[in-house]
């Protein structure tokens, strides 16, 4: 479940809808599915292994192996800490209208765009994006097993409760077919332009977290005799299943309201979304059910990236988990001041998150672990010391050695120059 809540947030059910609605729907959806299978779990394997082999977070499991890949580790310190400046943002607008739901405040008459617009120029802004930060804190301070994994159990099940009960909803209205056709049909023109490639591949890293170091982190909790397979396959699918029942939520609403298109882009959700929940009976509950929603989904990607620099202070700085807790705070609350204060800053620091960083980091954990880490130890990790059959050990090996690399070596260098 730790390892899902880390994968599943903003980028399945925020994020994952928009970039499918700018890159044709179901083109884009397939090939999102690809790209987790061939990328998503050989990597996030990968990342299990180090976790698992080394029991310490990225830093220092790189460090283990060699000098020379430290810097990876240091690379996931960097990525958590520009991440929380503008996450911690986009959580706090979850938040703030699963609040204007409950009070009628986001139904009261105004122009959604307007309340939004009010909104992110008035004080609330950073007072919704502290309390978010407040609230990841007392998580992630109470540690993994009182923190971290209560915190999954209970979140993860009401989120996929909520959000199926919301996609029967959007079923039963009136452009749910013409949703489910843009979502569900392929048009594989638009599969083998490069812009939906990249887009997949850039969206299967930000959705599940990988190289971002996080994974390396949660793993090197994992109790002894977890089969690193199967959790990698079930944290793929259900991140997977998410994103696709966040499509069948929004396509289907948006083609049953006259005006909304599916490329609307980022503001899909905040801006164009109200205006499903209107057209709806009881718009105020289906409303705060789905902003609630949303900003359960932010809190499990909050709490990974608030974890990966918590553990980095304790494990190399020898600071308790209260101290290095309270930095970690104290940086997401620099970091997203500097958001806040100017847009131009939010937006650098997700391109170069999400655009530069993080390829950049996967691109290099598939070199590490289809190069330079040893065999013998990655076979044995994966098979818990041979208790367990590896028989697609030479097929996983040939996709980080070879295929992944070059799917994301390109996405990296297009997202450079372009």
């Given at each position: 479940m730790v390892a899902a809540g880390s994968a599943i947030g903003l980028g399945s059910?925020?994020?994952?809808?928009?970039?499918?609605?700018?890159n044709g729907g179901g083109a884009f959806v397939l090939l999102y599915l690809i790209c987790v299978l061939l990328l998503g779990i050989p990597v996030m394997l990968s990342e299990f292994a180090i976790g698992t082999y080394t029991r310490k977070g990225p830093v220092k499991a790189y460090a283990q192996f060699s000098?020379?890949?430290?810097?990876?580790?240091?690379?996931?310190?960097?990525?958590?800490?520009?991440?929380?400046?503008f996450y911690y943002i986009v959580a706090g607008w979850s938040l703030y209208y699963f609040v204007a739901s409950v009070n009628g405040t986001l139904y009261s008459g105004e122009e959604f765009h307007t309340i939004f617009t009010q909104f992110t120029d008035s004080w609330w802004e950073p007072f919704y994006t502290m309390l978010f930060i407040l609230t990841t804190h007392i998580v992630v301070a109470r540690g993994v097993r009182n923190g971290l994994e209560r915190t999954a159990e209970w979140v993860m099940p009401i989120l996929f409760v909520m959000l199926l009960a919301i996609a029967l909803r959007a079923a039963m209205m009136p452009g749910a077919r013409e949703g489910y056709e843009f979502f569900f049909k392929p048009d594989f023109k638009k599969a083998f332009s490069v812009q939906t490639i990249v887009s997949a591949i850039g969206q299967a890293f930000f959705s599940l977290s990988i190289g971002l170091g996080c994974l390396i982190t949660f793993s090197s909790y994992f109790k002894k005799g977890t089969n690193l397979s199967t959790t990698a396959w079930s944290a793929s699918m259900m991140t997977f299943l998410v994103a696709v029942l966040s499509g069948m939520v929004i396509f289907p609403a948006v083609f049953s309201v006259e005006g909304l298109e599916p490329t609307q882009g980022p503001t899909l959700i905040f801006e164009t979304l109200p205006f499903v929940?209107?057209?709806?009976?009881?718009?105020?509950?289906?409303?705060?059910?789905?902003f609630l929603l949303i900003a359960l989904a932010a809190l499990t990607s909050t709490i990974t990236f608030h974890e990966v620099i918590t553990e980095y202070l304790q494990e190399h700085h020898k600071l308790s988990r209260q101290v290095g807790t309270l930095i970690s705070t104290a940086i997401a609350v620099v970091a997203s001041i500097f958001c806040l204060w100017s847009g131009k800053i939010f937006d650098l620091?997700?391109?170069?998150?999400?655009?530069?960083?993080?390829?950049?980091?996967?691109?290099?954990?598939?070199?590490?672990?289809?190069?330079?880490?040893d065999k013998k130890i990655f076979r044995k990790e994966i098979s818990n010391d041979g208790t367990l059959r590896a028989p697609l050990f030479g097929v996983l090996v040939f996709l980080l050695k070879w295929v992944a690399p070059m799917l994301i070596?390109?996405?990296?260098?297009?997202n450079l120059a372009f």
């Open positions: 059910i925020w994020r994952f809808p928009y970039i499918a609605g700018e000098k020379w890949w430290k810097p990876l580790g240091y690379n996931s310190i960097i990525v958590s800490t520009l991440i929380s400046g929940f209107q057209s709806m009976t009881m718009p105020q509950l289906w409303s705060a059910m789905f620091f997700d391109m170069i998150t999400a655009d530069v960083l993080m390829p950049l980091g996967g691109l290099l954990t598939c070199l590490f672990a289809g190069w330079y880490l070596g390109t996405t990296f260098i297009y």
